[in-house]
């Protein structure tokens, strides 16, 4: 390989899977440089992986690759096994020497409560997720320190009973926005900048939820994954740029008309998660409902059917409920996009198939007469 120019071998690091990687690294200097930032770029840890983070943590200072991480997870619950201190102290080590990251990920107890104070002021981070830690002390004035974060994730069912206020004034910018409500987060006044919101309640409460998602008059996405139809169409006069709505179907006994979505004029994708029942009969109805709607799934832990506009019949395929899912946030979102171009490309194709058809017929047939 040391005959090989660079952009090839480029190439060949680029595409290669990361086992292989591995290997390649210790046998030439030019290949390690190259694997290095694709290596460490996106660090994830799961359960039971203990001693890799043992192993990070023990050459840290010497590593030369933790410079290039941009993502950092850490998707483990310390206190469930054994050596849970251990695994504490050393990502509190770790955290120090991210001095490039861009999303930061930490699971419950998985670190310090101090920990986000650790954070090297090099890191410009723009995800933040929180998920069932103990990080709030330091919280409010993290985030008002932290201007070029643009999507936070806090999940709180145990926060030791300390109540979190959030609020435009003390946070960035943000574009998106999930937390589980309760008691113990406040929501104080408008956020106008954040355009993508999904809300847990915690414990559920219709009426909470929907004071929640008031403060926040300019999304264009909403996931209410234990909310009820009802809720949803209550909130629709406060929503009115709302294109992509990810919602239960199924959790009340009170059967939606078809009729009721029309409130919502510009929405293009809806998803059901479907949890007590499966309803498809009156999903169909939802989906010829709105004129606007591109795309409807319905899915369910074992299936996934998709509605297209112009489509005979569902397709089924995609994601389910136990289809593990991007750790980081708006990953619904941009499927949806992606979907809706996607039918909407394959509409115009079908349109302009249709009306060439007639044209080449003519053609032969002239063509024929002609001959």
């Known amino acids: ?36 930032p694709i290596l460490y770029r996106d660090i994830t840890f799961h359960i039971k992986d203990e001693l890799s983070i043992s192993l990070l943590r023990h050459n840290i200072q010497a590593n030369r690759g933790i410079k290039y991480t ?50 090297p002021a090099s890191a410009q981070l723009t995800d933040l997720i929180l998920d069932h830690t103990h990080c709030w002390k330091d919280l409010p004035q993290f985030l008002s320190c932290n ?16 109540v979190i206020e959030l609020a435009a004034s003390n946070l960035p910018k943000l574009r998106t926005l999930e937390i589980t409500f309760n008691e113990l987060v406040h929501i104080k006044g408008p956020m106008p900048s954040v355009a993508n919101l ?35 169409f209550s909130l629709a006069p406060s929503l009115p740029n709302l294109e992509f709505l990810r919602v239960s179907f199924g959790n009340s006994d009170v059967r939606p008309n078809a009729s009721d979505f029309a409130v919502f004029p510009k929405l293009r994708y809806v998803r059901f998660v479907l949890h007590r029942f499966s309803d498809e009969g009156l999903a169909l109805e939802l989906f010829h409902a709105v004129q606007s709607l591109v795309i409807m799934e319905v899915c369910n832990h074992f299936k996934n059917l998709r509605w297209v506009k112009s489509s005979a019949a569902p397709e089924e395929g995609g994601d389910t409920l136990n289809d593990s899912k991007p750790i980081w946030g ?18 115009r194709y079908r349109r302009n198939a249709v009306v060439r058809t007639p044209r080449l017929i003519l053609i032969l047939a002239t063509a024929m007469n002609s001959s």
């Open 147 to 162: 201007p070029t974060l643009e999507a936070i994730a806090i999940h709180n069912s145990d926060n030791n009973g300390r």
């Open 1 to 36: 390989m040391s005959q090989l120019p660079n952009e090839l071998l480029q190439v060949i690091v680029t595409y290669s899977e990361r086992k292989t990687l591995l290997n390649l690294t210790v046998i030439s200097k030019r290949i390690n440089a190259m694997a290095l």
């Open 198 to 232: 999904s809300v847990h309640p915690f414990p559920w409460s219709g009426r909470a939820t929907g004071h929640v998602v008031l403060n926040f008059p300019s999304i264009c996405s909403l996931s209410l994954p234990h909310a009820d139809l009802p809720v949803v």
């Open 70 to 119: 941009k993502a950092f997870a850490i998707y483990f619950f310390p206190c469930y096994f054994e050596g849970y201190d251990e695994v504490r102290a050393n990502v509190d080590c770790i955290i120090p020497y991210l001095v490039n990251v861009r999303r930061l990920c930490l699971t419950r107890q998985s670190a310090s409560p101090g920990v986000l104070s650790r954070l």
């Open 330 to 347: 708006e990953w619904w979102v941009k499927r949806a996009r992606e979907r809706i171009e996607e039918a909407l490309k394959n509409q």
